[in-house]
């Protein structure tokens, strides 16, 4: 069957169009159906494919008023009703048309051009029709003219009629119509059917209903977790159909939505928001969106499995930061509040103390520890290079660049936390980009022109004075007061000394090849005297050691003696590159009143730097 059927009423109208399509070759099917059968005609023939009906008159009216189906009615021409007077006069000069609300009007005025007595009245059933045709033989009208049904009633009161045909013109206009109008009912349909397999391959349930609170919509995901098929619901009244969602209807009078409500429907635990649907600012019905609560747990465990499988994680709890010391407690504390907020935050601390380890408790104890942590070492990488680590690069942007491009860390980030280790090594110009990314939350890859928002938490990380370096004019003073919102400083592990035995410890058991080591007190005091320059990956480092050269259990002294002979001649290969100056050393102790540690800060040198200088001086 085509898209297109004609329904004819009668086989006048029947003749007529299989007329008009062999004279135009018009591709549409015909199908006879009485006026009062129409509308149980046209059910069937949706059935089989029809998608626009084409019908006259009375039965065209019915059609619209009882299917949902276009309707092209085949509009009565000025010619139709001439020739149909022509064969009506011979009956007389008095003439009634009769007929419904959609036939041509004014065909009274036609009288005094035709030397006729000519009426026209409205109908609108066949009771009223037949009350119409009585009044018109009472008023002595000689004929009427109509169609199938009227001439019908004529015939049984006796009265001469004549039938109203249908011109091939009007056929064929009405068919044109018709065909227009099926490339918007194929293209709605297009669309529809682009949305019903979006809403149904989300694995998001989708309820709708309108104002009166009608079930008009439920996608396959929704079915699927509701336990219905779709004949159950859609047409339904919501409160009635499915009464765990009942409260939906309340969106229609509040003008609000509701979101991330938990409920049980049956066996399932649902996460339920509830959206209102507005056109041109008035509520027009409401949807639900349901999702699975196990199934979302779920997928929340595959994106983190595969951000761990590609290092987009940080590891590390507050937990698992060794030491009982007063310094390190309050340093975990003030990291512990930095992780409540989303401000930035600058730690300064010497290489070794375990700044990459804070970042990574301060993200997991943060709301953005669901999202990636992605760290950077910005020494690490030439100025070019880490440009586009940062930032990412389109494709064609340089010689080599990646085929379609590549994410910078920024947008690996996003919804989660970003590592800046070593950023006082930034260069200048790429300061000022960082800056941008700062001050505007969003990145331009390297050889594009559009901007990508990106929503990241930015730690910071260096072992530079960033106040000396700005003095100096090596560091944006503008990108410092950026970073150096949330300060926090790691001690050095010479400022926590009560926690090298339980770190040196822990080392041991972490690289032991058979068997933790037995840490004699001659060693812990030892452990406990050295300044540990490289902090806290210098303790590890030599437990690595030890633990691969010490014999029969435990670590001898000559060991870690040779250790500290090693690094002493480091130091003092360091001494003679510094140059420091007697008088500045002089004036710096001076002013600190003898404290060769803090001196040694001041000058920017190592405590046993500063030692060995005095030492070489005071033999000289």
């Not at 990314?437 to 022109?449: K, P, S, T, W």
């Not at 590890?540 to 002294?557: D, H, K, Y």
Request: net charge neutral.
């Amino acid at each position: 069957m085509t898209k297109i059927v004609l329904i004819a009423p009668n086989r006048e109208i029947a003749q007529s169009a299989a007329a008009a399509k062999d004279a135009f070759r018009l591709d549409f099917d015909i199908c006879h159906g009485a006026m009062e059968a129409a509308p149980g005609t046209v059910a069937a023939l949706r059935g089989k494919g029809a998608k626009v009906i084409i019908s006259r008159g009375g039965t065209a009216l019915l059609i619209k008023q009882k299917e949902r189906i276009p309707v092209v009615e085949i509009k009565m021409s000025l010619g139709d009703a001439v020739r149909a007077i022509e064969v009506a006069r011979q009956y007389g000069s008095r003439i009634m048309f009769v007929g419904f609300l959609n036939h041509v009007q004014d065909l009274d005025s036609l009288g005094p051009l035709l030397g006729l007595d000519i009426g026209q009245t409205i109908i609108r059933d066949r009771q009223d029709a037949e009350a119409q045709i009585k009044a018109a033989k009472a008023g002595g009208y000689d004929v009427i003219i109509g169609g199938a049904v009227q001439c019908e009633i004529a015939e049984k009161l006796a009265m001469p009629a004549v039938f109203l045909q249908v011109g091939l013109q009007s056929v064929y206009n009405a068919y044109n119509e018709a065909k227009a109008l099926l490339e918007v009912v194929l293209e709605e349909e297009r669309k529809t059917e682009e949305i019903r397999a979006l809403l149904d391959n989300t694995g998001e349930g989708f309820v709708a209903i309108d104002r009166a609170g009608h079930i008009t919509l439920v996608n396959q995901s929704a079915l699927r977790l509701l336990g219905y098929a779709r004949e159950e619901l859609v047409g339904k009244p919501v409160s009635v159909a499915l009464p765990g969602l009942a409260n939906l209807k309340a969106v229609l009078q509040e003008h609000g939505s509701g979101k991330d409500e938990v409920i049980t429907l049956g066996k399932q635990v649902l996460l339920y928001n509830k959206i209102p649907l507005r056109h041109n600012g008035e509520t027009i019905g409401a949807m639900a969106t349901l999702k699975d609560a196990k199934r979302l747990s779920e997928e929340e465990g595959k994106i983190r499995v595969k951000q761990h499988l590609s290092g987009l994680y940080a590891k590390y709890r507050f937990s698992d930061i060794i030491g009982a010391s007063k310094v390190l407690a309050e340093a975990k504390r003030i990291a512990a509040s930095y992780a409540r907020v989303h401000s930035t935050v600058l730690i300064t601390s010497e290489s070794g103390t375990g700044k990459e380890m804070f970042t990574q408790s301060i993200h997991n104890a943060s709301p953005r520890s669901q999202g990636p942590f992605v760290a950077v070492n910005c020494a690490a990488l030439a100025p070019g290079i880490l440009e586009s680590e940062l930032f990412g690069y389109a494709e064609g942007a340089f010689s080599g660049a990646k085929k379609g491009g590549k994410m910078g860390v920024f947008e690996l980030a996003h919804g989660g936390t970003i590592f800046l280790d070593e950023v006082g090594e930034v260069s200048s110009a790429l300061q000022e980009k960082l800056l941008r990314v700062l001050q505007e939350r969003c990145v331009m890859r390297l050889g594009d022109d559009k901007v990508i928002p990106v929503d990241v938490r930015v730690v910071a990380a260096t072992n530079k004075d960033l106040v000396r370096e700005v003095k100096e004019g090596r560091f944006r003073e503008d990108l410092f007061f950026r970073l150096n919102v949330l300060r926090l400083t790691i001690p050095p592990l010479r400022e926590r000394k009560e926690d090298i035995l339980a770190l040196a410890q822990a080392f041991l058991k972490k690289h032991a090849v058979d068997r933790p080591l037995a840490v004699s007190a001659s060693v812990e005091a030892l452990l406990q005297h050295y300044d540990w320059p490289g902090n806290i990956r210098e303790l590890e480092n030599l437990m690595e050691r030890l633990s691969i050269i010490s014999e029969r259990g435990e670590i001898r002294e000559r060991d870690l003696h040779a250790y500290f002979s090693e690094m002493e001649g480091l130091w003092a290969g360091k001494a003679d590159e510094v140059k420091l100056d007697a008088d500045e050393v002089t004036r710096v102790l001076a002013l600190v009143k003898g404290n060769k540690t803090k001196a040694a800060v001041m000058l920017g040198v190592h405590r046993s730097t500063l030692w060995r200088f005095l030492n070489d001086k005071n033999g000289d």
